[in-house]
């Protein structure tokens, strides 16, 4: 009994590719090893396979206050006995992520991450909606964006969300209300979620064409690949 001796890809390709010009050499024609130079794709980037734990987050904006001098009014931050609380503050247009808000997220997000004294982390919203997603402005000025500077402001948020997503604190997300693109993602960063019997999450940039691309690897992490395919492809709530 032989038993089959297990290749990788790269080795059952160099064989073929010897098979190929040994196939040719005996036609007559024969191939230099550069031949192949300028048609086939080389990344100009290396692309490292790293699981989450293996890779540290860092900021990707500077703090601008902490909750000694917090300036912020989008977004409450309050700290108490081994818990902080977060507070999405704009009611009045359904707690919208403005760049303002994301700012201020960015800022509590760094102090916490320095904070030992604080165990339990709390992000909840006022008013009836939890988050309607991101500010309607911002899709028209994407349209007016270059392709660099959208997928600059793509992977920022990304870089965001698994900075919080990397707290060392347990992390509670409250929906009192429901929930809508990016609004989903700031839950789906959560170690917890509590929502309301009445909540509901839709994802409603898909309705008008856009791709929450930013969003799929943390919802994939937080319900499964299968069930997030069927949110983001069909926008149900």
């Known amino acids: ?40 794709y080389v990344p100009t980037v290396k692309v490292v396979d790293k699981a989450s734990w ?5 900021p990707h904006v500077k703090p601008s206050c902490t909750s000694e001098n917090w300036h912020h009014k989008d977004l409450l931050f309050e700290i108490g006995e081994g818990i902080a609380y977060l507070t999405l503050n704009r009611p009045d247009v359904n707690n919208v992520l403005t760049e303002s808000m994301a700012q201020a997220l960015q800022d509590a997000t760094c102090e916490l991450h320095l904070r030992r004294d604080i165990r339990i982390v709390v992000l909840r919203a006022e008013g009836s909606m939890f988050c309607a997603g991101g ?21 920022g948020f ?10 060392p604190q347990f992390t509670v997300g409250l929906a009192q209300g429901s929930a809508m693109g990016t609004g989903i993602a700031l839950l789906c960063v959560c ?4 929502a309301a019997s009445n909540a509901r999450f839709t994802f409603s940039e898909v309705k008008l064409g856009f791709c929450p691309a930013a969003i799929a690897p943390s919802l994939t992490r937080k319900v499964g690949p299968a069930f997030a395919k069927r949110l983001l492809s069909m926008a149900e709530n």
């Open 1 to 40: 009994m032989v038993l089959a001796q297990k290749k990788d890809w790269a080795s059952i390709e160099q064989e073929l590719a010897a098979k190929e010009a040994e196939l040719l050499q005996k036609e007559g024609s024969v191939l230099k090893d550069e031949h192949l130079n300028g048609y086939r």
């Open 54 to 58: 293996d890779t540290f987050a860092v």
């Open 135 to 155: 500010d309607p402005k911002h899709f028209f000025d994407a349209l007016a964006m270059s392709e660099r500077e959208d997928r600059k402001a793509a992977i």
């Open 158 to 167: 990304m870089k965001f969300l698994f900075w919080f997503q990397s707290l």
């Open 191 to 194: 170690d917890m979620v509590l």
